[in-house]
């Protein structure tokens, strides 16, 4: 009795392993499958900080930056510029034009993204 | 048995609200829109009022489910001694919890606004951030960042069937008793109709989770490692488990911690959902945005039944930024905006706030601001995310809202502090004499005095934030304020950049009168009863009497204030200037140029002004702009083609030719160190002989507060009088330069009227102050109007003459006025004829009467203009080498002996 309840335990788990497997496979493919390589956002080199969506493009001293929206400590999207500070509207970690921590609870900088402007200067392709 | 299946419980109430939930969310999925939730919803609640209600019914039945889920559990632990479920169920249980949890963040995620996209974002990252499982588990759970499909099947679908699975499986009923479902069903029919689930308005920069995460973010505040807050969730689970399953000291260990958690958590939900702000900083309920950055969460209007409005016309209206807005239902065909203000692009809310999803005018009017711009609500209206937050950030940091420098000076006059450039700002005055002053009567020309009525910009007009200078009636707009019939108003005045002299009339026809002078205009003490019957008079404000004096030539031609003064002067820089010429960065040289001039590439613009300038000018791709020297900011209004300088006046379009100085101007001999206005101001100014007291039985005025008060200051004026301006001298740490100076405070202020102390000393001052008149004339004013004018010298008016007896030159000077007995020089002298005077002189720590020796060196010149004509070919070459001419003078040509 013990036995066969072992074996179908063991079984249950090995089918539920199976399913948990199949399941991660098939949502990393389809992520891959659906992914955007890369974004075309209109480039306004007037501008010191753009939001745009995802992304932040930071036009300074002649160069353009492209950071990633998504605040380092949890995620949400950055869409205020304060002072000379990008604002986090969640928990109020705060960033400079370099992208770096100014105030937590974030403390890892803005990730980069890599971007390339467009030959006619008018676009930025962003994740190229 | 029989009993205690009809006995009402929170489980059983819970049960009740399970199934409200289902049949309101199924009832809510027809109206729902899965492509764009925020729209559908606030559509729903704008065009549909008993989808509206259904959305409320199933807000709130979950939310009673929630909270009778949680409280059935604490019944249990309460009244049970043991709960002793088998393992296999007391793990779906707490699993149920979790899932109970994820049904209703995937609900608050489906309205799509603000707080739901934040809300997303972090689930999102914490599930990404589980080890091995956490990116296929966060794409599981949320799909695609552009989709609400997976949320929306998770929602109705997946953790709703195993919400039902396990409650029956604990309860072993399907259905509540029969009364808990009437009475939980009606109840929650009159909560729904009176309160609304919550919208943001995506205007509020406060966003925040549901209530019942709210002391989460609480914690995830303080962590650096946000995905350790997961443990917490895992550690309550298992405490659930073991408390439903477990025995003896386990179990009440596990219960008593849940209590400590719930207690602990609860204090956490209150600090979120009460002391926290936009961008989670503390707030107090006593705080001016309180109402504004927390309680936005809580504007929950009332289902009606009967809109105010047509709903086709609600249907007809657009959708803005995303959103349904139900004022576009009623004010219907405003018009008389500029493109970028359109209701159409910006709905109304974004100026004028009020709730966008009540349907009733009382309800969407609630918390309305009728007049946006005003700073006290600038950052609500004019400041939002979307449009000018930079700049309502940088308003008040300028003068025209610190109001730095006539504060500093006035409580310098008032012998309350040494040095008049500390900076100041007119929100913190105190109670002190010289404060009282201001408030009485100086200080109502600040842009954050509220403007409170609405009506055109005019003589009158003071403050209004914004609005001050970029508030613009139509003639019919005008028409329909006068007529106020009680109908819809529907010409609505422009915000617009055309910013005219008017705009700035109101207060800069005061104190230094720069905006008459400009135009010609001086002020006289005239009554309005005196006033003679000419074009050469003129009556503002109903009472002050102005004679015509010299214009501006900049005037002349056309110019108007904006043609010369840009926006980060006019909105401040971000920098908190002492006084109104440090802030002030336009130059006469930087326009007026005679080498190189100084550029910036359109392309190379910052975005404020490439934005005005497009708005202005249209496409200015590839032109090179003039920069100013002392801030390096664009002058967007000019341009560099062909070695020529070009203007454009900003409001008219006019287009002309910048002219270089003269060569006499640009010589770097004599001279080099006389500002441009020294020589070229043709008139300024100037009072004499005020005296001020404190009248505790006149009815005066608070400036600050807006209401009448009995007991003020009163001023008692002298004389005004327009004429050539005095010079001084005004040392930097870069350059001494010779600037044009007017007689700012010659006073006496009775200290005692106030402090009621008798010992108070009446306070005298003969300071000057620098001015910048605006009265420029092409021609720069004569050699002998500085070189012998006792005026020019800071002598007063008076005689002044070279006297030449025996062969030895000697200067006289008799004045006009009698010596005034606290200081004894004449009323309207700044110096001591031949003396130097040093201690307090002037309203700046940098600015100097000419001393002893560069009085002497002046009237040498002086001496010789006596017999020379300025134009003469001697006293030409005397420009340029002039020690050299001295040295070699003839006999004839008695200089001044100074002993």
């Not at chain 2, 962590?223 to 179990?251: G, Q």
Request: hydrophobic share 35%; with cysteine.
């Amino acid at each position: 009795m013990n036995d066969r309840r072992t074996f179908l335990k063991i079984a249950i788990a090995g089918i539920v392993a199976f399913f948990v497997f199949v399941w991660n496979k098939l949502t990393l493919n389809h992520i891959e499958a659906t992914q955007q390589n890369t974004s075309v956002v209109p480039l306004n080199k007037n501008k010191e900080v753009t939001f745009a969506d995802r992304f932040i493009i930071v036009n300074q001293n002649n160069s353009t930056t492209v950071f990633s929206a998504h605040c380092t400590h949890l995620g949400c999207k950055i869409d205020k510029y304060e002072g000379d500070r990008l604002v986090c509207p969640c928990h109020g970690s705060e960033y400079n034009l370099q992208g770096e921590v100014m105030k937590g609870p974030a403390y890892k900088n803005l990730n980069v993204i890599p971007s390339q402007i467009s030959d006619d200067g008018k676009n930025i392709i962003i994740g190229a | 048995m029989g009993q205690k299946k009809n006995k009402t419980t929170f489980g059983t109430l819970a049960l009740a609200m399970f199934w409200l939930v289902v049949f309101s969310g199924v009832a809510l999925a027809i109206p729902f829109d899965v492509k764009d939730p925020y729209l559908s919803i606030s559509n729903i609640m704008v065009v549909n009022p008993w989808a509206s209600l259904t959305r409320n019914y199933h807000y709130w039945s979950s939310q009673f489910f929630l909270i009778f889920s949680l409280i059935h559990f604490y019944e249990h632990y309460h009244y049970k001694e043991k709960i002793g479920l088998k393992k296999g169920i007391s793990f779906r249980l707490s699993l149920a919890v979790l899932i109970i949890f994820l049904a209703m963040i995937t609900g608050f995620l489906l309205k799509g606004d603000a707080d739901s996209q934040q809300a997303r974002q972090i689930l999102q990252t914490l599930s990404e951030r589980l080890p091995l499982i956490g990116k296929s588990l966060a794409f599981s759970l949320l799909g695609d960042p552009e989709s609400y499909q997976l949320i929306y099947v998770h929602h109705i679908a997946t953790f709703t069937v195993f919400i039902a699975i396990a409650m029956v499986e604990h309860g072993r009923k399907f259905w509540p008793p029969a009364l808990d479902f009437v009475a939980s069903a009606a109840g929650l029919f009159i909560l729904s109709y009176l309160l609304s689930a919550p919208l943001h308005d995506n205007l509020n920069p406060a966003v925040k989770g549901p209530w019942y995460f709210v002391g989460f973010q609480e914690i995830l505040h303080w962590l650096r490692h946000p995905e350790w807050s997961l443990l917490i969730f895992l550690a309550v689970l298992v405490l659930v488990y073991l408390a439903n399953s477990a025995k003896d000291k386990t179990m009440f260990l596990s219960k008593r911690s849940l209590l400590i958690f719930v207690g602990l958590y609860s204090v956490l939900t209150i600090i979120g959902l009460f002391f926290r702000g936009q961008n989670w900083k503390w707030t107090t309920p006593w705080s001016q945005e309180y109402k504004f950055e927390v309680l936005h969460n809580f504007r929950t209007p009332s289902v009606n039944f009967s809109p105010d409005f047509e709903l086709n016309e609600a249907i007809a209206s657009p959708a803005i930024q995303g959103r349904k807005e139900s004022c576009l239902a009623c004010h219907t065909g405003t018009h008389g905006f500029t493109d970028s203000h359109r209701p159409e692009a910006i709905g109304c809310i974004s100026c004028h706030a009020g709730n966008p999803f009540a349907t009733g005018k009382e309800q969407s009017h609630r918390n309305m601001i009728l007049i946006p711009g005003n700073l006290s609500t600038a950052k609500q209206s004019c400041g939002t995310t979307q449009c000018h937050p930079q700049i309502t950030e940088r308003v008040p940091t300028g003068l025209m809202a610190t109001l730095s420098g006539m504060i500093s000076v006035n409580r310098f006059v008032f012998n309350e502090q040494d040095n008049p450039d500390e900076p100041a700002h007119v929100s913190q005055l105190g109670n002190s004499a010289a404060d009282e002053h201001l408030r009485n009567l100086c200080v109502r020309c600040h842009l954050g005095n509220p403007k409170t009525e609405p009506g055109p910009v005019n003589e009158f007009s003071r403050g209004g934030g914004c609005l001050a200078c970029h508030l613009n009636y139509s003639p019919q707009a005008e028409k329909e304020l006068a007529e106020n019939n009680g109908e819809m108003m529907q010409a609505h005045p422009e915000v617009s950049l055309k910013i005219t002299n008017n705009h700035c009339f109101g207060c800069h026809s005061r104190s230094g009168r720069i905006a008459t002078n400009y135009e010609g205009w001086h002020e006289t003490t005239l009554t309005k009863e005196e006033m003679p019957d000419s074009a050469n008079y003129r009556l503002i404000e109903g009472e002050r009497v102005f004679v015509k004096k010299q214009e501006d030539v900049h005037h002349k031609l056309g110019l108007e204030c904006i043609d010369c003064h840009h926006s980060y002067e006019l909105m401040g820089d971000g920098n908190h200037y002492a006084h109104q010429e440090n802030q002030q960065d336009v130059q006469c040289s930087d326009c007026h140029i005679d080498d190189e001039p100084r550029t910036i590439a359109a392309e190379n613009l910052d975005n404020e002004s490439a934005i005005i300038a497009a708005l202005r000018f249209g496409n200015i791709a590839g032109k090179k702009l003039l920069l100013t020297e002392k801030h390096k900011r664009a002058l967007i209004n000019t341009y560099v083609e062909n070695d020529s300088v070009y203007f454009i006046t900003k409001n008219s379009g006019v287009k002309m030719t910048m002219r270089a100085p003269a060569a006499v101007c640009s010589r770097n001999e004599a001279h080099s160190s006389l500002t441009c206005s020294s020589c070229h101001t043709s008139w300024a100014p100037t009072c004499i002989g005020c005296h001020n007291a404190y009248d505790v039985n006149e009815r005066g005025y608070n400036m600050i507060e807006n209401h009448e008060q009995k007991g003020t200051w009163v001023e008692y004026i002298g004389q005004y009088e327009a004429k050539l301006p005095t010079l001084g001298v005004r040392k930097s740490k870069d350059k001494t330069e010779v600037v044009p100076v007017i007689p700012g405070m010659i006073m006496t202020i009775d200290l005692k009227s106030y402090t009621g102390n008798e010992n108070d000393p009446e306070i005298f001052h003969r300071l000057y102050a620098p001015a910048s008149p605006h009265t420029t004339s092409a021609k720069g004013r004569s050699c002998v109007s500085c070189h012998n004018d006792p005026v020019a010298l800071g002598y007063g008016e008076g005689d002044l003459n070279y006297i030449i007896t025996n062969g030895k030159g000697k200067w006289e000077f008799n004045s006009k006025y009698a010596a005034d007995p606290h200081d004894g020089l004449p009323a309207d002298a700044w110096i001591d004829f031949m003396k130097t005077r040093t201690e307090k002189v002037a309203t700046r720590s940098d600015l100097f009467p000419f001393d002893e020796q560069q009085q002497q060196r002046i009237l040498t010149v002086g001496a010789c203009l006596t017999c020379h004509d300025e134009n003469s070919a001697v006293m030409q070459k005397s420009l340029n080498h002039f020690d050299e001419l001295l040295k070699n003078r003839s006999s004839k040509c008695i200089v001044p002996e100074w002993k």
